[in-house]
Every structure is written in C-alpha cells, then in structure tokens.
C-alpha cells in the first residue's frame, strides 16, 4: 500500500477537530461559560470563561480561561508550540479578565487547550508536569488532545501553584475536557 493511500486510510480513521470543538463548545455553554471566539496565535479559538469567589479559599477569587483551538495543519506538535499557545492564551486572559486584579486575594489561570493530529513526547509531558506560576496569581494548565488516539495529556497531580484550586479545576477540565472528548469519539465510532 503507498504511503499516500495510508495516509488517507487513517484520515478516515481519524475524528475531525470541528466534532471536538463542537463537543466542548457545547459543554461550555450548557454550563454558562461560552465567553468568545478569537482568534489566538492566529488560530479560531474558543474561549469559556468562570468566576469564582469561595470561602474555602480563603476567600480569593478565581478567573479561569479555557482556550480550545485545533492545529489541523500540523503534523506532528512539540512543546515549542504547546508553550507558545499556552503564553499566548495567558496573555489573553490577563487581558480580559472580568474580576479583581491578579494578586493576593484573586487569581486567573489559563486552561489552553490544543487540538493536535499527534503530539510529540515532549509536548505531552509538558502537559502533565505541573507548571510554576506565571506571575503572582497567575498561573496555566495546559492541555493537549490528540485525533488519532483520543488521547488527553493533563496535570493529574495536584500541584504547588494552584494547589487550592486543584479540585474545582480538575472538575473543569474533566467534565469540560475530556467528557466532551469522550462524547465526540462515542459518536465518531457510531458512524
């Protein structure tokens, strides 16, 4: 078999980005946090966006940002473009931000989240190691999705930055994430 009848095999083989941002759009807005859709590291995104105010931590308030976007015209992503994405959805949310500047009682994190065909190695481990805070209060949690395998590459250790908020975000980004992942491959292997 040619290469170029492989690789169209497996293009059939593969689930769309559009079923999984359509799959996640949903959640957003079934949940009330479909905010926009920019466009970030001059891709079309979509962005979801919460804020929380809770006593049980210890009273700080807390932006989150999630940033979806599909990188259909790469093959193969690194951690190059991981980070640059990650910094790039970061900057956005410091922009845009609705609550109280990000400092001792009120914080902003970034879920940027990359719809890839396939991730390098080192794209996903940077995904899974918890990241150092960007600047006080401030802090991402990237997120990495792959086509071909379905596979979703996160933090799954609660880490130093953020540690306060690990549960609530670990819920976002599971019920968000990847049940909306989930969601689309269910209905991808249906058809």
Known sequence: MSFFCLKNLLHHFMIQSTALLTEIKAKLE???????EPEIYNQKSLVGYDKQFR????????????????FDDEE???EFLVREYADE?????????????PGFQSGVVAIPVVIVKKAAIDARVFCQKPRKAKKWGGFM??????????DVFYVQERPFVGRLYYTYLKK???????????LAFEKFRKK
Do not use: C
């Open 172 to 182: 976002i980004m599971d019920v968000m994430i990847v049940e909306s992942v989930g």
């Open 76 to 78: 193969l992503v690194t």
């Open 55 to 70: 006593l049980q931590w210890f009273a700080t308030q807390l932006n989150t940002f999630i940033a979806v976007t599909a």
């Open 89 to 101: 959805v970061y900057n956005y949310a410091l922009l845009n931000n609705r609550g109280w500047k």
């Open 30 to 36: 079934q949940n009330r946090l479909f905010f926009a």
């Open 141 to 150: 949690m990237p997120i990495v999705i792959e086509r071909i395998s379905g």
